[in-house]
Every structure is written in C-alpha cells, then in structure tokens.
C-alpha cells in the first residue's frame, strides 16, 4: 500500500480558496498511491484563532465539496485533514474527513484533545466524544488529530478498536519538533501499528511550523521524514507487518487490564 503526506505550506499571504484549489490539485496529483493524507486545518491554520469563526463550514461545505471531488479524480482513499466545522447547534469543531476512492465520504472525526489550555482551540470549540476507524481493504485507519498524539490510551482505544495503522492530522509547532518525532514513534512501538503522522509547513497565528512528516512502521523504525518545507511524503507500507510484529513480540496480548489503583495513605 502507497500512502503520501502531503505536508502542504499553510501561510497567511494565501487565501483560503486558493489553498482549497491547490490542495485539491495536489491530491489529484497522487494518483499512483492508495491513501493521501493531509493536514489538521490546513484551509485556515491550527493557529489562525481569529479566523476560525469567519471560516466555518458546515459538515457539507466547500472543504467537503472539493476533498470528494479531488479523491474521486485521483481514485485514492484520501484523509482530506481537518476544517473548522460548524455543527446545526452552531458549535465549531476540529472535524477530519476520509473518502472512499468513489468520492463517498466514509468518515468524520471531531478532534477529541482540544489544544491551548485556556485559549484558542480549547475555548473557541467543542469536544470529540467518539473514536473513530476506517476499515480500508489492506488495513483499518485510527483517527487522531494533532494533540491528541500526547494522549496513549486514545490511541490504545482504537487499537482495541482494530487499528493498525494510526493516522495523525496535525499543525505541529516547530518549538516541540522533538516530541512531535519522539511520540510519534511511541505511539507505534506502543501499539505496534504504522503511524502516518502529517504537519503543515509555513507560519500561521505567528507560530512555526514543524513540518517533518513523519511515518513509522509497527517496529518503531523511520520509513520517511519530511524537511521543514511544503513537500509530499510518499512510503510503501506493508499491512501484514502489523499481524507480523503483533504475533511475533505479542507484548499487547501481556496488558494487565483492571488493576485497582493502590489505596494511599493507609498503614501497610
Ligand atoms: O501538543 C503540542 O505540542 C501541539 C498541539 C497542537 O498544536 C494542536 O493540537 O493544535
């Protein structure tokens, strides 16, 4: 299975409809792999905060429009990264779309981690309630998007859940690279799955990009790691090396599940 990143450059100085159009083009130039992947909120910016309100769309929106469009052209499985949703009840979310070849879409996920403590993101949107994976023909995606990467038992719900290969959508700053690389690798190791974790480029909201885009087979080794510019990542995967690692080193089947917490504070 071909999968390519496309770590698209997400700047001010580009509308937001121009970027629509060049994303689109830039899947429909991945013919030759199976599943494309781009970016959390590449239209707008992970941190252009200001902008989230104005650029919304609804579920169905533009983003939607040109994502099917540009996955039925290329005939790829496409994570189409995320866009700023505005739900019926007029709440935003960090919502991630995945098409089918055929321009269906198969799934949406709202980011479950909202990012910034007591700003942006985290008071502007609501939060993901649901795990989501995709069962594709070679493998079954995990959904993740940017800080939920810092979460493991996200990532082992989905595993539970039959993911093998885990896909994170982010907008990475360059000031955390190293843990941008450093939980990209645990997170496969961990759970012995492929990770396919894509950033943008650029600099948005007055924050760096990390870019480096990064994929990790299910034995923790680097298959490719993007540079700091827009560039298209493109690494063969292997599905079977997922039931390979996980019946040769059968560390997930060793979880001690239920323990109860240590009682504090009481005499032995
Ligand atoms: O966890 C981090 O360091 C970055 C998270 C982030 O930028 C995001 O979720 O948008």
Redesign the pocket.
């Known amino acids: 299975m071909r999968a390519s990143l496309i770590q698209i450059a997400v700047d001010p100085d580009e509308s937001v409809e121009a970027r629509r159009v060049r994303a689109a083009s830039l899947v429909v130039a991945q013919r030759v792999a199976d599943l494309v992947i781009l970016p959390?909120l590449w239209p707008v910016g992970?941190f252009a905060y200001t902008a989230f309100a104005a650029e919304a769309e609804p579920l169905e929106g533009p983003t939607h429009e040109a994502m099917a469009k540009a996955a039925a052209e290329a005939g790829v499985w496409l994570h189409a990264g995320s866009f700023v949703e505005r739900a019926e009840d007029g709440t935003l979310y960090n919502t991630s779309l995945v098409f089918s070849p055929e321009g269906e879409r198969v799934a949406a996920y709202r980011k479950i981690h909202r990012?910034g403590f007591d700003q942006g993101?985290a008071v502007m949107m609501g939060a993901g309630e649901e795990l989501v994976t995709v069962a594709l023909p070679d493998t079954t995606l995990g959904l993740a998007?940017?800080?939920d990467?810092?979460f493991p038992e996200q990532f082992r719900g989905l595993v539970d859940a039959g993911a093998e290969t885990l896909v994170v959508a982010?907008?990475?700053?360059e000031r955390?690279r190293s843990?941008w690389t450093l939980l990209a690798q645990a997170r496969a190791v961990e759970n012995q799955a492929y990770v396919l974790a894509v950033g943008t480029a650029g600099t948005h909201g007055d924050v760096q990009q990390a870019g480096h885009s990064i994929v990790v087979d299910p034995w923790g080794e680097v298959l490719g790691q993007a540079g700091a510019d827009e560039e298209v990542l493109t690494v063969e995967l292997d599905a079977d090396k997922v039931r390979a690692t996980r019946e040769q080193f059968p560390a997930l089947k060793d979880r001690r599940l239920g323990l109860t917490s240590p009682l504090r504070g009481r005499p032995h």
């Not at 982010?170 to 700053?173: H, Q």
């Open positions: 959390e992970a990012f993101e998007t940017c800080y990467l810092r982010a907008g990475w700053p955390r843990h």
